[in-house]
Every structure is written in structure tokens, then in C-alpha cells.
């Protein structure tokens, strides 16, 4: 079963290169998502939206509008540092490395480090790099666990590296509203949001697996922690 978490790549727009929204745009539609993905075989689906599968408000995305020539840009000077986090670190470094092939061959140079320090937030690892390939795992199984936790500007992971006011007030609108047709449509503009300003490349989302034997019942796997209901389980006789 998908998991509640997402695998992203993420652009420090306070880096001189990225400010440039276009230049993300470049970067972001240079990556064959789909085709990375598959890649990977069972180990993950892709994400569609930021969000992933079995939070409230989570649907399908349209395909994007393939860029045209003229929406290209020049090479830049330098090559642009990207740092590998979580399981891009070991798990999915390989597919880093082909996502970062993809973004070369958009024009634009790339190179790939594995911080010392393994968190985003730490030790300077948010000012000191263009580009964060990572997870997120949300803190509780409810989108304001993901929207607050990943993107807010203050208690976000990503919020020193792309946070904006108008995600701030967006985020904190969901959390206070009670309604759930008009919380839905907040989330929508939030993930909108993001898409439109290209502040985070949601690229996968990984898959739980778990094994029993024949004999064991009521076996299920659930998407958020603890991934096995063991209260549940029983042996036949």
C-alpha cells in the first residue's frame, strides 16, 4: 500500500540561480517522472500531486502542457548543488543520479552531495544547496500534518527553503476551517500553488510491504504507522 509520504524534489528560490521561476520550470519539466518511477518497479508509484494517496483532498493531476522550445533557458554558469536526503541517500541514490541525468540534459548543470548532516533543517543544509532531493513523512495522518509540517515558513521542513506568505496564510486557513467542501478547495489552492510557482517536484510516493504466512488472519497493511495492525492478527487451528 502507498504510504503517507513523498518523495520530492524540492528548489531554494533564495539561491541566486533559482530565483528565476523559470529556470525551475526548465528543471522541473526536464524530469521523466513516469519513467523514473517505473523503474523502480513495486517499490513506488508516482505522485501525482504533492499530497499523497489517503489524505482528504488527495485526486489525480492532469498531465502538464509539454514546454516549447521558446520556453527554454540558457545554460547557467555554474552547476547547481543538489543534496540527497533520506533515502536518496542509499535506497534511491541511483535514481537521483538519473533525475539529475534528465535535468542535464535540459541544459543545465548539476552536482549531487550527500551532507554530512542527514536533515534538511541542519546544521546550514538549508541555505547551502539549490536543490533537496527527500521524503516526507507526515507526523500524523491528516493533511494539515503534511501541509503545516512541510511547508509552512516557520515549522516547515521546506519553509526556510521556499516558504512563502501566501502558503503561510493558505495552510493556516485549511487548519482553522471546519467546513470540509471549503477545507478541500484550500488544499486544492495550496497544491496549485506550489505547481504554479514550481517550489516542489513531488516525485514518488513508496510503497509498504509485509509478508505472513498462510495461516495468519485478518493481515493487512495500513498506510500510516504502525504499519501492521498486530491486535488484529490471529493464527488458524
Do not use: W
Not at 524530469?31 to 482528504?56: H, N, S, W, Y
Not at 492532469?62 to 521558446?70: G, K, Q, V
Request: hydrophobic share 40%; charged share 25%.
Amino acid at each position: 500500500t502507498p504510504t503517507l509520504s513523498t518523495c520530492f524534489l524540492a528548489f531554494n528560490t533564495h539561491r541566486d540561480a533559482l530565483r528565476d521561476r523559470g529556470v525551475r520550470e526548465q528543471i522541473r519539466d526536464a524530469l521523466p517522472i513516469a519513467t523514473l518511477v517505473d523503474r523502480l518497479g513495486t517499490l513506488a508509484i508516482p505522485a501525482t500531486r504533492l499530497f499523497p494517496p489517503g489524505l482528504f483532498g488527495h485526486e489525480s493531476a492532469r498531465p502538464r502542457p509539454p514546454r516549447s522550445a521558446s520556453d527554454t533557458h540558457t545554460m547557467l554558469r555554474e552547476p547547481l548543488l543538489a543534496g540527497v536526503f533520506s533515502v536518496f541517500s542509499s535506497s534511491f541514490f541511483g535514481f537521483a543520479r538519473e533525475a539529475v541525468a534528465a535535468i542535464e540534459g535540459a541544459g543545465v548543470r548539476v552536482r549531487l552531495v550527500v551532507p554530512e548532516v542527514k536533515q534538511i533543517a541542519g546544521a546550514g543544509n538549508a541555505s547551502s544547496f539549490d536543490l533537496y532531493f527527500a521524503r516526507f513523512y507526515s507526523d500524523y495522518p491528516e493533511i494539515d500534518g503534511f501541509a503545516y509540517g512541510f511547508l509552512h515558513s516557520r515549522s516547515g521542513i521546506l519553509g526556510p527553503i521556499c516558504g512563502t506568505a501566501e502558503m503561510d496564510e493558505l495552510i493556516e486557513r485549511g487548519r482553522a476551517e471546519t467546513n470540509p467542501v471549503i477545507r478541500r478547495e484550500i488544499y486544492r489552492d495550496l497544491e496549485r500553488y506550489v505547481d504554479e510557482h514550481a517550489l516542489v517536484v513531488p516525485l514518488f510516493h513508496q510503497q509498504a510491504f509485509c509478508f505472513a504466512r498462510p495461516e495468519v488472519e485478518s493481515f493487512s497493511v495500513r498506510r500510516f504507522f504502525p504499519t501492521i495492525p498486530y491486535e488484529q492478527l490471529s493464527l488458524k487451528r
